[in-house]
């Protein structure tokens, strides 16, 4: 996870310098798609199985419609309208925003500290969001991190399905229709392909978007969703460290203490119980 969160945070930073050669919706979509290729032709040099059956590959096509296509879209736009360091925020609010579906879908219970911890965080995120700019950039981030959520929760469902051929599709489908609708919106591609732009492209699709994804799928399979997402947390230290790093962008104080409130909220659900607090601390 420690690989992931540093890899999404370093793809705020990377998306920031790619919008200088591309536009919004065509290098969005063009992330997607060059990670699924690359997946792809990995999975065929391994004669790994294709998913059977139409209602699988019905999932996978609405995996990549929400995980792809809206979510890339929107934190592409939300990047493009807000601070570096306060998109990587606000795109990265899924541990509060799974919370409740994990319960009522996968039935993962629910304990008093974790839901504090749920409303600590949103007030966090709330102090980074206002500083930043708020408006059209903080509710398009913040759509971005409910259609991640909604992705996570969907990739649960295709557990048993070989991770790197199901990743692999998802990113082409949703890379298929985000060039689809950037060709729709922004119409025919103008794309400065400088040595930049290649780099920019190449370390955003395939290490923040082929690997970082791969590992955070197989993941899902395989542990409480609260939990795991929990560790999203991290991604915007990483995003906010480089973009002051790089860019030069410093934090004003509320959006200091926003993020110190984000971080204590994880570690107040990812701190482990003894036996006594845990009884104390009944399931909701």
Same mark, same amino acid.
């Given at each position: 996870?420690?690989?992931?969160?540093?890899?999404?945070?370093?793809?705020?930073?990377?998306?920031?310098?790619?919008?200088?050669?591309?536009?919004?919706?065509?290098?969005?979509?063009?992330?997607?798609?060059?990670?699924?290729?690359?997946?792809?032709?990995?999975?065929?040099?391994?004669?790994?199985?294709?998913?059977?059956?139409?209602?699988?590959?019905?999932?996978?096509?609405?995996?990549?419609?929400?995980?792809?296509?809206?979510?890339?879209?929107?934190?592409?736009?939300?990047?493009?309208?807000?601070?570096?360091?306060?998109?990587?925020?606000?795109?990265?609010?899924?541990?509060?925003?799974?919370?409740?579906?994990?319960?009522?879908?996968?039935?993962?219970?629910?304990?008093?500290?974790?839901?504090?911890?749920?409303?600590?965080?949103?007030?966090?995120?709330?102090?980074?969001?206002?500083?930043?700019?708020?408006?059209?950039?903080?509710?398009?981030?913040?759509?971005?991190?409910?259609?991640?959520?909604?992705?996570?929760?969907?990739?649960?469902?295709?557990?048993?399905?070989?991770?790197?051929?199901?990743?692999?599709?998802?990113?082409?489908?949703?890379? $298929?229709? /985000?060039? =689809? +609708? &950037? *060709?729709? @919106?922004? %119409?025919?591609?103008?794309?400065? !392909? #400088?040595?930049?732009?290649?780099?920019?492209?190449?370390?955003?699709?395939?290490?923040?978007?082929?690997?970082?994804?791969?590992?955070?799928?197989?993941?899902?399979?395989?542990?409480?969703?609260?939990?795991?997402?929990?560790?999203?947390?991290?991604?915007? $230290?990483? /995003?906010? =460290? +480089? &973009? *002051?790093? @790089?860019? %030069?962008?410093?934090?004003?104080? !509320? #959006?200091?203490?926003?993020?110190?409130?984000?971080?204590?909220?994880?570690?107040?659900?990812?701190?482990?119980?003894?036996?006594?607090?845990?009884?104390?601390?009944?399931?909701?």
């Amino acid at each position: 996870m420690l690989f992931v969160t540093a890899a999404w945070g370093a793809c705020f930073l990377a998306i920031e310098w790619g919008l200088r050669d591309a536009p919004v919706l065509w290098f969005a979509a063009l992330r997607g798609l060059v990670a699924g290729v690359a997946l792809l032709l990995l999975a065929g040099a391994q004669r790994r199985p294709a998913p059977p059956g139409l209602r699988v590959w019905g999932q996978i096509t609405l995996l990549g419609l929400v995980n792809v296509t809206i979510a890339f879209a929107a934190m592409f736009a939300g990047v493009a309208g807000l601070a570096t360091g306060t998109a990587a925020v606000l795109a990265n609010a899924q541990p509060l925003l799974i919370l409740l579906p994990a319960w009522w879908l996968y039935g993962e219970a629910l304990s008093r500290r974790t839901v504090m911890a749920m409303v600590f965080g949103f007030a966090g995120l709330v102090l980074v969001a206002v500083p930043g700019g708020g408006g059209e950039g903080a509710v398009l981030s913040l759509t971005a991190a409910t259609a991640i959520t909604a992705g996570t929760l969907l990739s649960r469902r295709l557990g048993g399905l070989d991770v790197i051929v199901t990743t692999g599709w998802h990113f082409v489908i949703g890379g $298929v229709a /985000g060039a =689809a +609708l &950037a *060709a729709a @919106v922004e %119409g025919a591609p103008l794309i400065a !392909w #400088t040595p930049r732009f290649v780099a920019v492209l190449g370390f955003l699709s395939l290490i923040g978007t082929a690997a970082a994804f791969v590992v955070w799928f197989t993941e899902v399979q395989r542990s409480r969703l609260d939990q795991l997402s929990a560790w999203t947390f991290l991604t915007p $230290v990483f /995003g906010i =460290a +480089l &973009a *002051a790093l @790089v860019l %030069g962008e410093r934090p004003d104080g !509320w #959006t200091a203490i926003g993020l110190f409130t984000v971080l204590v909220a994880l570690w107040i659900i990812l701190r482990p119980q003894s036996a006594g607090s845990a009884d104390a601390d009944e399931a909701l």
